[in-house]
């Protein structure tokens, strides 16, 4: 009689044992499928990185240029067009052959 109390006490370890072991496989894959989820995502994450930093680099340099070609600009501003530069550059020398001509 005692042994199968003690058969049956191992018996209920023994199943508890394996009830335990299969909710541990199961965390196990369940924690593997959101790493690999997670490691996909980084590596997207990543990629998208990459894109926005070749982007910035690009947007940048047209940036540069767009602000060389204002600096030009302004510095063609600076330079004389003509004697009459001192009466307001090429609209002054517009109304003053209109004067002229009155």
Not at 26 to 42: I, N, P, S, V
Not at 56 to 82: F, H, K, M, N, Y
Request: one cysteine or more; proline letters at 1%.
């Amino acid at each position: 009689m005692e042994s199968n109390a003690e058969l049956a006490r191992l018996e209920q370890f023994v199943d508890k044992l394996l009830t335990k072991y299969h909710e541990l496989k199961e965390e196990y894959h369940t924690l593997k499928a959101t790493l690999q989820e997670r490691d996909q995502e980084c590596a997207e994450l990543k990629e998208n990185i990459a894109d926005l930093s070749s982007e910035r680099t690009v947007v940048g340099e047209r940036v540069a240029g767009l602000i060389g070609r204002i600096e030009q600009w302004e510095s063609e501003l600076d330079t004389p067009l003509d004697e009459n530069s001192d009466q307001g550059g090429v609209q002054g020398s517009l109304f003053e052959a209109e004067s002229e001509a009155n």
